[in-house]
């Protein structure tokens, strides 16, 4: 096993850039991450990559072209959503609507770039930026309280969770006003497995999930 030196900039993973310093992270001494090593060693995925691609272009025939935009993606300006921003856009020509969450801590460098993906992409932007007075406050509570079951903290800590939440249900309450058939996100393999790749919103189980941040936070 390769151990990095978390201060060094070239610390990626050579297949999906994936940082050192991701929570559970290690690296083979070909600079793969256990992440996409994992994914890569379960041949039956590329069977079900394709089973759930078919799903996507027949669910695209089905819907595109019905509403003002096809598709709203959660764009964070980051590799996975910008790749995925891409593919959707160029690749399957859809209508896209992105929409980003400004938590008061994002970079200008990652703002510039923002910018030139969806001018370049031709494709409507809007940055939700709530107060950041209220955010604070969520930042601080969540940094000295035991907001979440464990459960929940797994992938992310409970500040990111909260900002999370808040960037899903915006972007589902932004689909349902406007009629938009799809939300879209971007993950890295190993981030979310496959078969999840196209869920259908479920009303009791999105009820549920809003649940637990809502009440949580409010």
């Given at each position: 096993?390769?151990?990095?030196?978390?201060?060094?900039?070239?610390n990626y993973c050579v297949n999906?850039?994936?940082?050192?310093?991701?929570?559970?992270?290690?690296?083979?001494?070909?600079?793969?991450?256990?992440?996409?090593?994992?994914?890569?060693?379960?041949?039956?995925?590329?069977?079900?990559?394709?089973?759930?691609?078919?799903?996507?272009?027949?669910?695209?025939?089905?819907?595109?072209?019905?509403?003002?935009?096809?598709?709203?993606?959660?764009?964070?300006?980051?590799?996975?959503?910008?790749?995925?921003?891409?593919?959707?856009?160029?690749?399957?020509?859809?209508?896209?609507?992105?929409?980003?969450?400004?938590?008061?801590?994002?970079?200008?460098?990652t703002l510039t770039n923002i910018?030139?993906?969806?001018?370049?992409?031709?494709?409507?932007?809007?940055?939700?930026?709530?107060?950041?007075?209220?955010?604070?406050?969520?930042?601080?509570?969540?940094?000295?309280?035991?907001?979440?079951?464990?459960?929940?903290?797994?992938?992310?800590?409970?500040?990111?969770?909260?900002?999370?939440?808040?960037?899903?249900?915006?972007?589902?309450?932004?689909?349902?006003?406007?009629?938009?058939?799809?939300?879209?996100?971007?993950?890295?393999?190993?981030?979310?497995?496959?078969?999840?790749?196209?869920?259908?919103?479920?009303?009791?189980?999105?009820?549920?999930?809003?649940?637990?941040?809502?009440?949580r936070l409010f």
């Open positions: 096993m390769k151990h990095y030196n978390l201060e060094s900039q070239d999906c850039s994936l940082p050192a310093n991701f929570p559970g992270v290690h690296f083979d001494d070909k600079g793969v991450c256990n992440f996409c090593t994992d994914y890569i060693s379960r041949g039956y995925q590329k069977n079900r990559k394709t089973e759930f691609r078919l799903k996507f272009e027949s669910l695209i025939k089905e819907h595109q072209g019905k509403s003002t935009y096809d598709a709203l993606i959660c764009y964070s300006g980051g590799k996975d959503s910008t790749y995925t921003l891409a593919v959707i856009k160029e690749k399957y020509k859809l209508n896209v609507l992105a929409v980003s969450f400004d938590n008061g801590f994002i970079p200008e460098q910018s030139n993906v969806v001018e370049t992409l031709g494709v409507d932007h809007i940055m939700i930026k709530p107060r950041f007075d209220v955010l604070a406050k969520i930042f601080r509570y969540c940094s000295v309280t035991d907001v979440y079951a464990p459960k929940a903290l797994e992938r992310s800590s409970a500040i990111c969770t909260s900002c999370m939440g808040i960037i899903k249900y915006s972007a589902l309450r932004m689909a349902i006003e406007k009629n938009i058939p799809f939300i879209v996100y971007g993950w890295s393999p190993g981030q979310a497995p496959v078969h999840s790749s196209i869920l259908k919103n479920n009303s009791q189980m999105v009820r549920m999930m809003h649940k637990v941040i809502y009440d």
